[in-house]
């Protein structure tokens, strides 16, 4: 299955999901994205723009003492819940997910934690 298909499968999976994209956060730049038609390439630009932000953040060093590398992070809006997950493996690879409040939100990070490792891996 390939990065499209994949990312497909989660929207399929979690209709809550409004857009799962695949970004390269080294270059800052979202590479596949699947999810609503209203979800438009400026907004995905700042959700892989916010995302970078949220790993490159200053405060994430305290984190970082406390419990490693980050590898997620989640920012919750009035409109929407924003999750952003890095690659164990490729820590520039990730998946930056606008939700709505109702999804199944550990079933959800559990579902792109292994969509992100399959599309790393080349899957």
Same mark, same amino acid.
């Given at each position: 299955? @390939?990065?499209?298909?994949?990312?497909?499968?989660?929207?399929?999976?979690?209709?809550?999901?409004?857009?799962?994209?695949?970004?390269?956060?080294?270059?800052?730049?979202?590479?596949?994205?699947?999810?609503?038609?209203?979800?438009?390439?400026?907004?995905?630009?700042?959700?892989?723009?916010?995302? &970078?932000?949220?790993?490159?953040?200053?405060?994430?060093?305290?984190?970082?003492?406390?419990?490693?590398?980050?590898? @997620?992070?989640?920012?919750? @809006?009035?409109?929407?819940? &924003?999750?952003?997950? &890095?690659?164990?493996?490729?820590?520039?690879?990730?998946?930056?997910?606008?939700?709505?409040? @109702?999804?199944?939100?550990?079933?959800?990070?559990?579902?792109?934690?292994?969509?992100?490792?399959?599309?790393?891996?080349?899957?």
């Amino acid at each position: 299955m @390939g990065v499209i298909e994949s990312l497909g499968a989660v929207v399929k999976a979690y209709p809550q999901a409004r857009a799962v994209a695949f970004a390269d956060l080294s270059s800052s730049m979202i590479l596949a994205s699947q999810g609503r038609d209203d979800v438009t390439q400026e907004i995905l630009d700042r959700l892989c723009k916010q995302a &970078r932000a949220s790993f490159d953040d200053p405060l994430f060093s305290l984190s970082v003492e406390a419990f490693g590398e980050p590898h @997620g992070a989640i920012v919750m @809006g009035l409109e929407s819940v &924003r999750v952003f997950l &890095r690659s164990e493996s490729e820590p520039a690879d990730a998946l930056c997910c606008i939700c709505d409040h @109702g999804i199944d939100l550990a079933g959800f990070v559990a579902r792109i934690r292994e969509t992100l490792e399959h599309i790393t891996a080349g899957g």
